[in-house]
C-alpha cells in the first residue's frame, strides 16, 4: 500500500529552527510536495522537489531523497504566523497525489 | 493568487436533503478535484476530472456525485444527506503538462448534517 508519514505534532519557539520530516513508500514517484494549511483553512502551496537535493525559497527549504523515501521542511526565524499543519504529499506514477496527515507546528513566543 | 472559489463556505441542513456544492476556476485548469477532511486529519480523495465529460472516483468511497460540464465548474451532488457527510469539502484544480501538477484550493465548504 501508499504510505505517507510525518510526526502529528511539533512545537517551537519564535526565531527559532525547526524540521517537519516526512518518509513515504509509494508506488511510483513523481515529486513531492510541502503545502501549508491554517487552521480552518484550505492548503497553500509552499515547495515541490523531484530531484535529491535541497530547495530554498526564502525561511523555507525543502529536501529530498529519494533513495531514502526522505523529504524534510526546513523552517528558520520562525514567526507567530507559521503556527499551523504542514502537510506532506507524493505525485504518484499515476499522477495522483498521496497525501500524509499533516504536522500540526505550534510556535510559542 | 489562484482563482478557485467554493459556495456555500458554511452550510448546515438537516438529514435527508439534496444539496449542491459548487466549485468554479477561472484559471483554465483541465484537472479538478474533490477531497473531504476532517478537522486534524488528511485530506481524502473523493472525485476528480481530467476535463469537460471526464469524472473518476477518488480513493475514499462515497455517495456523492459530480459533472463536469464546463472546464470551470465541478460541482458535487449529495443525494440524500446524513450526519457522517459532515466535513469539510475542498475543491481543487492544476493545469495538465508542465514541471509538476501544483493543486490550488479553493476556501472549502463546511458541511454540517443535523
Known amino acids: 500500500g501508499q504510505n505517507i508519514d510525518q510526526p502529528t505534532e511539533m512545537t517551537a519557539t519564535e526565531g527559532a529552527i525547526v524540521q517537519i520530516n516526512c518518509t513515504y513508500q509509494t508506488s511510483g514517484f513523481n515529486g513531492l510536495f510541502w503545502y501549508q494549511q491554517h487552521a480552518g483553512e484550505a492548503p497553500t502551496f509552499l515547495s515541490y522537489n523531484v530531484l535529491d537535493g535541497l530547495e530554498e525559497k526564502g525561511r523555507f527549504s525543502s529536501f529530498l531523497s529519494r533513495s531514502k523515501g526522505y523529504s524534510y521542511l526546513l523552517l528558520k526565524e520562525l514567526q507567530m504566523k507559521d503556527s499551523a499543519s504542514y502537510l506532506c504529499?507524493?505525485?504518484?506514477?499515476?499522477?495522483?497525489?498521496?497525501w500524509g496527515a499533516g504536522t500540526k507546528l505550534i510556535i510559542k513566543p | 493568487e489562484a482563482d478557485i472559489y467554493q459556495t456555500p463556505r458554511y452550510l448546515v441542513i438537516g438529514t435527508g436533503k439534496k444539496i449542491t456544492l459548487e466549485c468554479s476556476q477561472t484559471?483554465?485548469?483541465?484537472?479538478m478535484y474533490w477531497y473531504q477532511q476532517d478537522p486534524g486529519m488528511e485530506l481524502h480523495l473523493i472525485h476528480y476530472?481530467?476535463?469537460?465529460?471526464?469524472?473518476e472516483k477518488g480513493d475514499l468511497s462515497s455517495e456523492s456525485t459530480v459533472s463536469r460540464i464546463r472546464t470551470e465548474h465541478f460541482p458535487l451532488t449529495l443525494e440524500s444527506a446524513r450526519p457522517s457527510h459532515t466535513s469539510q469539502y475542498l475543491c481543487?484544480?492544476?493545469?495538465?503538462?508542465?514541471?509538476?501538477?501544483?493543486?490550488?484550493f479553493g476556501p472549502g465548504t463546511r458541511l454540517t448534517v443535523l
Open positions: 484559471m483554465g485548469h483541465d484537472k
Open positions: 476530472s481530467y476535463g469537460v465529460n471526464s469524472t
Open positions: 504529499a507524493v505525485l504518484d506514477s499515476n499522477y495522483q497525489l498521496i
Open positions: 481543487a484544480s492544476s493545469r495538465t503538462g508542465g514541471s509538476y501538477n501544483e493543486q490550488f
